[in-house]
């Protein structure tokens, strides 16, 4: 059975920096794109960035360009975000998941598997 696990949340203060970790149980078969997405309290979800699972470019929500690197190690099936100059409305819930189609902006359109989630509260 494909499952996430996430690790690396936690509380910084604004301006600070957190990477999170996202492991796979393995891929699946349909599996195309590794992102990052994250929920606060009675918002949606917010695609933050997604990149190919053979590796190649990510696209970033243009509110964390600059700030957020989607990087991830095949060999160990881990994905990471690394979360740079963070804000108090950073803070949320992050999830880590794996979709199909093309991995591009629309991405959370074809989700396929997300993780438990892990908080990220920015302090002002």
């Known amino acids: 059975q494909v499952r996430l696990v996430e690790s690396g949340g936690g509380s910084v203060q604004a301006g600070g920096s957190l990477k999170l970790s996202c492991v796979a149980s393995?891929?699946?078969?349909?599996?195309?794109?590794l992102g990052w997405f994250r929920q606060a309290p009675g918002n949606e979800r917010e695609a933050l960035g997604v990149?190919?699972?053979?590796?190649?470019?990510?696209t970033y929500m243009d509110e964390v360009k600059g700030r957020f690197t989607v990087s991830q190690d095949r060999a160990k099936k881990t994905h990471y975000l690394e979360m740079k100059s963070l804000k108090p409305d950073d803070t949320a819930t992050y999830y880590c998941?794996?979709?199909?189609?093309?991995?591009?902006?629309?991405?959370?359109?074809?989700?396929?598997?997300w993780g438990q989630g892990t908080q990220v509260t920015v302090s002002s």
């Open positions: 998941a794996t979709a199909r189609g093309y991995c591009r902006a629309d991405w959370l359109r074809f989700l396929e598997l």
């Open positions: 990149m190919p699972v053979g590796g190649g470019p990510a």
């Open positions: 393995l891929y699946a078969a349909n599996t195309h794109c």
